[in-house]
Structures are given as structure tokens and as C-alpha cells.
């Protein structure tokens, strides 16, 4: 998920020795080296070291990454490139910025081995194969458990309960335009309210109990939060807009292992993001993109992610890790709103939240 948009190496390699990706770079640069290919991707990405050398040594091409910012960011920088592609496989567009890049034509339709062990309810392009779906996750509000024991007070558990007023001031949101995580929360207001008046009004009654709003993840939980460990505890935000499997990236290399997690996840809130991964067109190594995106959905590379990502693996034969699932947070019924419905009116519904929320 999309990921930018979790809890990643970037927050916590210092404080869990999560590995960095090997042979990654930063710049624009291009893949015109045939022993190259490039992905480009959201802040989030990363892999550990020994799963990409692995396929560097089966392939016989090196790895570049070129991280963009936010999904969304990320997203909206393949599209203004899409003349001259920044590199050859994109991964981290989800189903709330889906259409966007179909829309673009920013793809090229390519369908990857092992698709057949990927549930039909991910495979949302499943007749073109534009894009590839990777892995899973769920958009929830996470909160801060001390806050909460200190000050006498039961975490949130819905949406609804947002708009107490013991909660008055304690949330904080990302940007629907420029996150993907504050873009699905808002879905996940929308599918709970509905379409029509119902989820304005419910926002005007959250902008009125004091949620503030920032423009990514990284800010949000990084600097914001209370429960954040990359911030030790700097932010005042006891309430946060992240992942269901945030959880874990704060119990990550802590020794003893805590009973459970220092936060939590009011599972009433969630709205489920399936990302994917694409060959882009124009690419410059396309035998390269097609190799390195077989790889992405291989069982080697799916089962590094969720404690690489802190996302659900898209493979249903792939094994998710003991930390991941222990202290982490099952979502059953996780909202949802069909891929059709969001790409009619997702723009509108921004537009419509930007000037609701930001003014």
C-alpha cells in the first residue's frame, strides 16, 4: 500500500536495522542501459538487500530505484513524464488513483507470471493486464494507547465516534488531494455516508471537532503523531489516519517483545487499498521492466514485504510473518467503494472535500 504512505525503512532503520534497498538511486536519470531497470515509485517503497540481489543475479540487471513522494505525487509525476518515462516499471499506484493512470495511458498492458495465484477480487484491470496487483491493505485511524490510559479515555472505535467531543481536536488527517491514505479515508466516509449529502456533512461536523489536515503520511505520522517512534513522541495527535498494519513497524526490533503494540486501530474506520505495479510505456528496457515485474509477484518478493512495507502480500500462497500477523490488526469488513464509482467521481469528490476541509 502504496505505498509514502506507511511506516517504511526511511522511519525505521535507525531504531530497527530494517536494510536498505541495494543499488537504489535518488535522481531522474533514465534506464537506457540495457544491464539496468528502473522502477519508479512512492516514498515507501523498499526491499531488503538480499531479495533484489537475488534477482540481480538471476536477471543479469541491476536495480535503480526513483522514489517520488507521496502515491499520489508519485503518481502525478509519471503523467507529466509520461512522454519521456523516468523509468520502466511504476509500482505503487492503488485503487483510489487507479483510473488516473489507465486514463493516462501511462501503461503498457503486460501480464505478469504468477497472476493465477493473486485473488480475482484484487485484479481489478483483470482483462487487460495494464497494471499488475501487488499487495493489500486497510486505511485506518490508528491511536496512541498511553494517551488514552492516561487520560481515562476509550479509544474511538467508527467514524461516527470521531465526532465526539472527548475527541475534539485529537485527529490528525492527511490531504485528499495529495495522499493516498487521505484520499481513502475519505472514501471510507463516503462509502459510510454516502454519496450525496451525507459525507460533506459529516465533514463539516469533523472540521468543526477540530481534525487538522497535512499534505502526506511521512508528516502525519511522522511528525504529528504521539504514537510514532520515528517521532518519539513529539506530535501532540493522538489520533492518526494510517495503516492497519502500522502496528508492528512500532514493535519492530524492540526487545523484550511488548505483549502488544504502543498503538492501536480503530477498526471501524478502514477502507481497504489494493496497490499494483505496471510496465510503463515508452519504457527503455521493457524486457527488463517485464522480468523485474514476474519478479515483484514472485513468492520471494512478496513474502519480504510486509515487514519491508507493512502491506498485505497480494499472493494468497504467500507467508506473511509472525510479527505481522500477532500484532497487527485483521480487518473483516474493511469499506469499500467499486473501482468504477471512484473514477466517476473521485475529482469531483476532492475538489468538493478541498474546499469543505481547506478553507
Known amino acids: 500500500m502504496s505505498t509514502t504512505s506507511r511506516i517504511t525503512a526511511a522511519a525505521l532503520a535507525a531504531a530497527a536495522g530494517v536494510t536498505a534497498l541495494a543499488g537504489c538511486g535518488t535522481g531522474s536519470g ?28 538471476e536477471s543479469g540487471y541491476k536495480v535503480r530505484v526513483i522514489r517520488g513522494g507521496d502515491a499520489g505525487e508519485a503518481v502525478n509525476k509519471a503523467i507529466l513524464s509520461k512522454d519521456n518515462p523516468q523509468g520502466d516499471v511504476f509500482f505503487g499506484i492503488d485503487n483510489t488513483l487507479l483510473s488516473r493512470g489507465l486514463n493516462a495511458g501511462l501503461f503498457t498492458p503486460y501480464k505478469a507470471k504468477g497472476l493465477d495465484s493473486v485473488p480475482a477480487d484484487l485484479q481489478l484491470d483483470k482483462d487487460a493486464h495494464r497494471v499488475t496487483p501487488l499487495d493489500y491493505g486497510d486505511i485506518c485511524v490508528n491511536y496512541d494507547r498511553a494517551y488514552f490510559t492516561q487520560h481515562k479515555l476509550a479509544p474511538p472505535q467508527t467514524f461516527d465516534d470521531l465526532l465526539k467531543p472527548q475527541y475534539k481536536g485529537l485527529l490528525v488527517t492527511e490531504n485528499s488531494a495529495t495522499s493516498s491514505p487521505g484520499l481513502a479515508f475519505q472514501l471510507g466516509t463516503i462509502a459510510t455516508h454516502g454519496g450525496g449529502g451525507g459525507w460533506p456533512d459529516y465533514w463539516k461536523k469533523l472540521k468543526a471537532n477540530g481534525v487538522e489536515v497535512v499534505n502526506s503520511w511521512e508528516q502525519a505520522y511522522n511528525e504529528r503523531f504521539s504514537g510514532s517512534a520515528a517521532g518519539k513522541g513529539k506530535g501532540d495527535k493522538p489520533l492518526v489516519v494510517s495503516y492497519a498494519s502500522s502496528p508492528p513497524a512500532e514493535v519492530m526490533g524492540k526487545k523484550p517483545a511488548p505483549k502488544e503494540a504502543p498503538t492501536g486501530v480503530a477498526t471501524g474506520t478502514c477502507f481497504r487499498q489494493i496497490e499494483f505495479g505496471a510496465l510503463l510505456k515508452g519504457a527503455k528496457n521493457e524486457k527488463g521492466g517485464k522480468a523485474l515485474l514476474d519478479f515483484l509477484l514472485t513468492k520471494t518478493f512478496q513474502e519480504d514485504m510486509p515487514l519491508q512495507m507493512f502491506v498485505n502480500p497480494a499472493r494468497k500462497d504467500a507467508k506473511v510473518p509472525e510479527l505481522f500477523t500477532r500484532y497487527g490488526t485483521a480487518i473483516d469488513k474493511p469499506t469499500t467503494l467499486a473501482p468504477e464509482t471512484i473514477t466517476k467521481n473521485r475529482d469531483q469528490w476532492i475538489k468538493q472535500w478541498s474546499s469543505l476541509v481547506l478553507k
Open 30 to 57: 533514465d534506464s537506457a542501459d540495457a544491464k539496468t531497470v528502473t522502477l519508479v515509485s512512492h516514498d515507501s517503497f523498499n526491499a531488503s538487500k538480499s531479495v533484489l540481489a537475488a534477482f540481480e543475479k
